[in-house]
């Protein structure tokens, strides 16, 4: 055992002591190289130096000659000899690139654009040698020893590559005067030589250097070593020189190291690398589980807790509701014109405004209260510490409507659009409450706040219960009207027995813009005649027929009983209706419309269809083409409500409208502000100018009467003249007109 213990013993120390003996040759072997490649790169530089004042020697001899057969030509111009000699110069002595410039650094002779580019890119890096040496020709101090020779050499990276350049002057001191700034007609050459490529091979086959390679970063792998190559200025470094190193004493550890040594740290190294593997394989097994519960609980876009996590909280803070006076909030939040974004700019701006919407939310709210995305636009947002008579939640749901109601740059800022949102709070204080019941409050509330105006919050009150009641009501009643057997006047059933009342269509008459003021059409008006809520105007039950999707068939009814209508009047009258988005959008919207002119006997020179300027922003190429036909076959297009939306200037162009109709807002002003007038008179000469009609909306006195017939607005309308009414007082009215006016004449 002693014995064996020994020889091992002197075994091990033998083997560590060539392994100690090899190491060391192999850091004196590779110090050796270090020093060989250090040598030859001050001997590239040394050569530089030299060959490049012999370069501009030449230059200098070269110029002096054809300046003097030139007979004062500027130096500028270039001389073919001197051009000549700079490429044979490049090619004899092996630069990659030569220039001959001048002190404030532009090339001195004519180059081709390929040259041209190349030494704009290296100027930078080459000027500091040449105002270096400027400051040397001017005499300027350098230091306790100045330069005999008008020259400067360094190490620099150019073209990303590492290089030695130098510059010299070509003409020499004695030819330029120090005070003029330009330096007179002194010219520098400058040459550049790449220490990569030939240079490189060069170097690796005369010291044997295996495999040696140029990189910018030390990246060697484990078999080879790096010399790094620093800037002769700033001492930075430009590059790495790296290849094998020859290393004896590693080759002599190699030829003793005993197979089973190298057998046992092959095993070793097997069972680690399994070791290793194994590891590997339970991280990414670990990494992909938590992946898949964090998706299963969260949205992928926004990355908020979806509608199965905000459950279970939700289900967690009804558990921890148990201390009296706790109260927490549920607020709905819902985004105001998220669909618009998504219809105009595309659902990748959609995602993105989605996510900056989050961004700003996520700023706000605290870390103990929950912000989920329930899908599409809408969220939820759990205030678990909500006490009873702290308002701190109103604070919070307004500024989040604050914060959303401001610009949100997508795309980069190519695109800004302005959005708000609605919100719905439901608090609550009984952990025996229902979550659906309390849902459906906040949900209440936000339906209140979404049809109260949007970018405001509601919190919920009982009463709202009933409003929602009769809205739903409202709905049905209406569904009912539009399918029951008939729409006119006349039923006398109650509202108890379930009589949903009658659609009318009133008519409200379009005078001319003259002194007489004759009818020229009418506009047709809905309304709604309701048992219990009596004579109800369209914005009462329009916004209702929208959400349950029956607003074309509404449309439809009105344009045939205003169609049908108008075909009895005299044949110099039109009728004006109004048209929804959602119709033109309809495919067979043109079809719908030729068709229900042909059944009644209208002709479509008698109709106008009537849409407001948002109608216009949401429709696409094919609701144009609609309207391109309808316009085809006679029927009018009038722009509703002109000036209060957007585009409208591009409006009047894209689609040829017909008509355009000043709103009343601006008609109002007549008489009372300045502005007004200055509106109403720039729409009408724009009308003029794009030879478009006009008819000015809510004529209510006789000064505005005056003034708009003095601009020269088409038609007038408003209650000055006339105020809506059924079709039979409008006929009367119609009739009455007639023959006030026959009786003039």
């Given at each position: 055992m002693l014995l064996?213990?020994?020889?091992?013993?002197?075994?091990?120390?033998?083997?560590?002591?060539?392994?100690?003996?090899?190491?060391?040759?192999?850091?004196?072997?590779?110090?050796?190289?270090?020093q060989l490649v250090n040598?030859?790169?001050?001997?590239?530089?040394?050569?530089?130096?030299?060959?490049?004042?012999?370069?501009?020697?030449?230059?200098?001899?070269?110029?002096?000659?054809?300046?003097a057969a030139a007979s004062g030509k500027s130096e500028r111009m270039g001389a073919t000899s001197a051009a000549t000699?700079?490429?044979?110069?490049?090619?004899?002595?092996?630069y990659n690139a030569a220039f001959l410039v001048t002190p404030a650094g532009e090339l001195a002779l004519q180059s081709d654009p390929e040259t041209k580019r190349r030494f704009k890119w290296v100027r930078p890096l080459l000027q500091p040698m040449i105002q270096d040496l400027e400051a040397k020709q001017h005499g300027a101090p350098q230091g306790p020893s100045s330069d005999p020779e008008p020259s400067r050499v360094e190490l620099m990276r150019l073209e990303?590559?590492?290089?030695?350049?130098?510059?010299?002057?070509?003409?020499?001191?004695?030819?330029?005067?120090?005070?003029?700034?330009?330096?007179?007609?002194?010219?520098?050459?400058?040459?550049?030589?790449?220490?990569?490529?030939?240079?490189?091979?060069?170097?690796?086959?005369?010291?044997?250097?295996?495999?040696?390679?140029?990189?910018?970063?030390?990246?060697?792998?484990?078999?080879?070593?790096?010399?790094?190559?620093?800037?002769t200025a700033t001492g930075e470094p430009i590059g790495f020189i790296i290849w094998r190193p020859d290393l004896p004493g590693s080759r002599v550890i190699g030829r003793l190291v005993p197979v089973l040594s190298v057998a046992g740290l092959v095993i070793a190294g097997l069972f680690f690398a399994l070791m290793g593997r194994l590891r590997g394989s339970l991280r990414e097994l670990s990494a992909s589980e938590h992946h898949a519960r964090h998706l299963s609980l969260h949205d992928v876009l926004t990355g908020l807790p979806n509608r199965a996590l905000f459950a279970a909280r939700f289900e967690q803070c009804l558990a921890a509701m148990k201390s009296p006076g706790k109260r927490s909030v549920l607020a709905l939040v819902d985004l105001d014109k998220f669909k618009d974004v998504n219809d105009i700019h595309g659902h990748a701006a959609g995602d993105e405004l989605l996510r900056c919407a989050v961004d700003r939310m996520n700023a706000l709210i605290e870390s103990r209260d929950t912000l989920a995305r329930l899908g599409g636009d809408e969220f939820a947002l759990l205030l678990p510490d909500a006490r009873e008579g702290n308002d701190s939640h109103i604070l919070l749901c307004n500024a989040i409507i604050e914060a959303l109601s401001k610009p949100f740059q997508l795309r980069g800022g190519d695109v800004v659009v302005r959005i708000g949102c609605s919100i719905g709070i439901a608090p609550f204080d009984d952990a025996a409450e229902a979550t659906s019941e309390i849902l459906r409050r906040a949900d209440v509330a936000l339906y209140e706040a979404k049809t109260n105006g949007r970018g405001r919050l509601i919190e919920y009150d009982p009463l709202l219960d009933h409003r929602v009641e009769a809205r739903e009501n409202l709905k049905n009643d209406l569904r009912l009207v539009l399918e029951g057997p008939t729409h006119l006047p006349g039923r006398e059933k109650s509202a108890s027995s379930g009589d949903p009342g009658h659609l009318e269509v009133f008519f409200q008459g379009v005078h001319r813009g003259d002194a007489h003021g004759r009818l020229s059409g009418a506009e047709a008006?809905?309304?709604?005649?309701?048992?219990?809520?009596?004579?109800?105007?369209?914005?009462?039950?329009?916004?209702?027929?929208?959400?349950?999707?029956?607003?074309?068939?509404?449309?439809?009814?009105?344009?045939?009983?205003?169609?049908?209508?108008?075909?009895?009047?005299?044949?110099?009258?039109?009728?004006?209706?109004?048209?929804?988005?959602?119709?033109?959008?309809?495919?067979?919207?043109?079809?719908?419309?030729?068709?229900?002119?042909?059944?009644?006997?209208?002709?479509?020179?008698?109709?106008?269809?009537?849409?407001?300027?948002?109608?216009?922003?949401?429709?696409?190429?094919?609701?144009?083409?609609?309207?391109?036909?309808?316009?085809?076959?006679?029927?009018?297009?009038?722009?509703?409500?002109?000036?209060?939306?957007?585009?409208?200037?591009?409006?009047?162009?894209?689609?040829?409208?017909?008509?355009?109709?000043?709103?009343?807002?601006?008609?109002?002003?007549?008489?009372?502000?300045?502005?007004?007038?200055?509106?109403?008179?720039?729409?009408?000469?724009?009308?003029?100018?794009?030879?478009?009609?006009?008819?000015?909306?809510?004529?209510?006195?006789?000064?505005?009467?005056?003034?708009?017939?003095?601009?020269?607005?088409?038609?007038?309308?408003?209650?000055?003249?006339?105020?809506?009414?059924?079709?039979?007082?409008?006929?009367?009215?119609?009739?009455?007109?007639?023959?006030?006016?026959?009786?003039?004449?």
């Open positions: 064996a213990i020994s020889g091992l013993a002197i075994l091990g120390l033998v083997f560590l002591a060539a392994i100690w003996a090899g190491k060391e040759s192999d850091a004196a072997a590779l110090d050796r190289q270090r040598s030859r790169l001050l001997d590239q530089v040394r050569r530089v130096s030299q060959d490049i004042q012999l370069m501009g020697a030449g230059y200098a001899s070269l110029l002096l000659a054809d300046s000699f700079g490429k044979i110069a490049t090619t004899v002595f092996g990303g590559r590492p290089s030695v350049a130098g510059v010299v002057s070509v003409t020499g001191s004695s030819k330029a005067d120090p005070q003029d700034g330009n330096g007179g007609n002194r010219l520098y050459l400058v040459a550049f030589r790449f220490l990569d490529g030939v240079t490189l091979d060069t170097l690796s086959r005369e010291q044997g250097l295996a495999g040696a390679r140029y990189a910018r970063t030390a990246d060697q792998e484990q078999n080879e070593v790096a010399f790094q190559i620093e800037a008006l809905l309304r709604w005649r309701h048992p219990t809520h009596g004579l109800l105007s369209p914005d009462k039950f329009i916004p209702i027929a929208e959400e349950a999707g029956m607003i074309d068939q509404l449309g439809q009814w009105v344009l045939r009983n205003a169609a049908k209508a108008a075909a009895t009047w005299p044949a110099d009258m039109s009728v004006a209706v109004n048209v929804s988005p959602s119709q033109i959008r309809h495919r067979d919207f043109d079809r719908h419309v030729l068709s229900i002119l042909a059944q009644t006997g209208l002709p479509p020179s008698r109709l106008e269809l009537e849409l407001t300027e948002a109608a216009l922003f949401n429709i696409d190429e094919t609701a144009q083409d609609t309207l391109g036909r309808l316009r085809a076959r006679g029927i009018r297009i009038a722009l509703d409500d002109f000036g209060t939306g957007f585009s409208s200037l591009s409006h009047l162009i894209q689609f040829n409208i017909d008509r355009i109709k000043i709103d009343r807002s601006f008609v109002r002003l007549l008489g009372t502000q300045a502005e007004g007038a200055a509106i109403v008179s720039a729409i009408l000469g724009l009308s003029r100018t794009l030879g478009k009609a006009t008819t000015a909306e809510g004529v209510e006195t006789e000064g505005q009467r005056d003034f708009l017939v003095a601009a020269g607005c088409n038609d007038l309308q408003g209650f000055l003249f006339s105020r809506p009414m059924p079709l039979s007082d409008f006929l009367a009215s119609m009739h009455a007109t007639e023959a006030a006016s026959q009786a003039i004449r």
